[in-house]
Nanobody, 120 residues
Framework: QVQLVESGGGLAQAGGSLRLSCVAS????????MAWYRQAPGNQRDLVAA???????NYADSVKGRFTISRDNTKNTVYLQMNSLKPEDTAVYYC??????????????WGQGTQVTVSS
């Protein structure tokens, strides 16, 4: 059972920056594929950025060039650096971890979410 805890959300002005962090429990972090999702009121939860265990990244078109996902396996932490923020970035941001136990079973874990609000 992987536990994820997000932090770093808050208020920002358009054009500003925030850095989100997600700390994972357990000793298998380096094997996880990690991602950030976001969900605005009335909308579905959409992928923002992902990073594989091998370090490959991909981003939603809406955040390309503005957001950067990274991971520090020594700290069991994944980050989302958010620059040039726009009001449409306002949402609850969720950390996600996918992986496989040594037993062969897969897991898909979610954090509790952290609110990001961007004012115009």
């Amino acid at each position: 059972q992987v536990q994820l805890v997000e932090s770093g959300g808050g208020l920002a002005q358009a054009g500003g920056s925030l850095r989100l962090s997600c700390v994972a429990s357990g000793s298998m972090f380096s094997r996880n594929d990690m991602a950030w999702y976001r969900q605005a009121p009335g909308n579905q939860r959409d992928l923002v950025a992902a990073i594989t265990s091998g370090g490959s990244t991909n981003y939603a078109d809406s955040v390309k060039g503005r957001f950067t996902i990274s991971r520090d396996n020594t700290k069991n932490t994944v980050y989302l650096q958010m620059n040039s923020l726009k009001p449409e970035d306002t949402a609850v941001y969720y950390c996600n971890a996918k992986g496989q136990y040594y037993s062969g079973n897969y897991y898909n874990a979610w954090g509790q979410g952290t609110q990001v609000t961007v004012s115009s």
